[in-house]
């Protein structure tokens, strides 16, 4: 996405400006001021990262660095608890602003993560959470700072009040998170080696891949098989049919008896047009199995 390509880029930047060797306390403020006002700029985990920013602490910046662990990690809420207790420096509007754009994207988070699918966050709840008064001040949020700035997508439901969220961008994982994920990703693993490897007794994802691949390849020619052997019955059917047509004209022209043997000859005619219809019967109903139809007597 667009979105995503254009954060890596924006991402990158910061990190090779914060890794500047000569870089001083007094820019890296600067620098982590610039970036968590940006208006691209959602994940700050790979700026904290960053060993240079070590400097800030000790010094009158240090606050700074607590400032980026906030947008890295925190929400609206964290903010206004520790501000009140003198932790956190004033925000500037943009930095307000993407905070409570990082808020949504937190409730979000945290709503898939009870489901397990994007949900229903209610305009109440939003609203407390990021200190908005009324519905339409709330809904103009969302849509030109969430939806237009493309990093949540839904529908607003002004008389159910709720927001509901199709598609959101993922903030940066907490420290506490990562070991669920790790557990996660592995249990994800285990179950793909028993379902795909262990059964299949396949050692790489080439091999599972090469089994697919021949599986494929035998469907497309049962297939074609199948479409061969169903033209042929088709064939024969319409060769009985055919031949039913011509013994009933025959037998319209035919006397029924003969001099000789009449009653045999009546008895033959009568039997043989039943023997083809029963014939013709097991051929339709050979031709419906096939085609996976339903076949009536």
Same mark, same amino acid.
């Given at each position: 996405?667009?979105?995503?390509?254009?954060?890596?880029?924006?991402?990158?930047? %910061?990190?090779?400006?914060?890794?500047?060797?000569?870089?001083?306390?007094?820019?890296?403020?600067?620098?982590?001021?610039?970036?968590?006002? #940006?208006?691209?700029? %959602?994940? %700050?985990?790979?700026?904290?990262?960053?060993?240079?920013?070590?400097?800030?602490?000790?010094?009158?910046?240090?606050?700074?660095?607590?400032?980026?662990?906030?947008?890295?990690?925190?929400?609206?809420?964290?903010?206004?608890?520790?501000?009140?207790?003198?932790?956190?420096?004033?925000?500037?509007?943009?930095?307000?602003?993407?905070? *409570?754009?990082?808020?949504?994207?937190?409730?979000?988070?945290?709503?898939?993560?009870?489901?397990? !699918? %994007?949900?229903?966050?209610? +305009?109440?709840?939003?609203?407390?959470?990021?200190?908005?008064?009324? !519905?339409?001040? @709330?809904?103009?949020?969302?849509?030109?700072?969430?939806?237009?700035?493309?990093?949540?997508?839904?529908?607003?439901?002004?008389?159910?009040?709720?927001?509901? !969220?199709?598609?959101?961008?993922?903030?940066?994982?907490?420290?506490?998170?990562?070991?669920?994920?790790?557990?996660?990703?592995?249990?994800? #693993?285990?179950?793909?080696?028993?379902?795909? +490897?262990?059964?299949?007794?396949? =050692?790489?994802?080439?091999?599972?891949?090469?089994?697919?691949?021949?599986?494929?390849?035998?469907?497309?020619?049962?297939?074609?098989?199948?479409?061969? #052997?169903? *033209?042929?019955?088709?064939?024969?059917?319409?060769?009985?049919?055919?031949?039913?047509?011509?013994?009933?004209? @025959?037998?319209?022209?035919?006397?029924?008896?003969?001099?000789?043997? =009449?009653?045999?000859?009546?008895?033959?005619?009568? !039997?043989?047009? *039943?023997?083809?219809?029963?014939?013709?019967?097991?051929?339709?109903?050979?031709?419906? *199995?096939?085609?996976?139809?339903?076949?009536?007597?």
């Amino acid at each position: 996405m667009d979105i995503e390509r254009k954060q890596s880029e924006v991402i990158d930047k %910061f990190v090779k400006q914060a890794a500047s060797v000569d870089a001083s306390a007094s820019n890296l403020a600067a620098l982590v001021l610039e970036a968590t006002a #940006h208006p691209s700029l %959602f994940a %700050f985990s790979e700026i904290l990262s960053v060993p240079n920013l070590a400097k800030l602490k000790g010094t009158q910046y240090s606050s700074s660095l607590d400032v980026l662990r906030l947008f890295a990690y925190g929400t609206w809420s964290d903010y206004k608890r520790k501000s009140n207790v003198g932790c956190l420096p004033v925000l500037l509007p943009d930095q307000v602003r993407k905070l *409570k754009q990082l808020t949504v994207l937190t409730l979000i988070e945290t709503e898939k993560a009870w489901r397990h !699918v %994007f949900g229903v966050l209610p +305009y109440d709840q939003l609203m407390e959470e990021l200190d908005v008064s009324n !519905v339409r001040e @709330l809904e103009d949020f969302l849509i030109s700072e969430c939806m237009y700035a493309g990093i949540a997508r839904g529908k607003l439901d002004h008389l159910r009040r709720c927001f509901e !969220v199709q598609f959101a961008t993922g903030r940066d994982l907490r420290p506490e998170q990562l070991d669920n994920m790790i557990h996660t990703l592995s249990s994800w #693993h285990s179950e793909l080696n028993f379902l795909g +490897y262990g059964l299949l007794g396949l =050692g790489t994802s080439d091999s599972l891949l090469h089994m697919i691949q021949e599986k494929i390849k035998w469907a497309d020619t049962m297939s074609e098989a199948n479409k061969i #052997h169903r *033209k042929e019955i088709v064939d024969k059917v319409e060769e009985v049919k055919k031949s039913l047509k011509v013994d009933l004209d @025959l037998r319209g022209h035919e006397e029924s008896f003969s001099e000789s043997g =009449g009653m045999m000859d009546y008895e033959e005619d009568r !039997v043989r047009p *039943k023997r083809v219809c029963l014939r013709l019967c097991l051929l339709e109903e050979k031709e419906a *199995k096939i085609e996976g139809k339903a076949w009536r007597k």
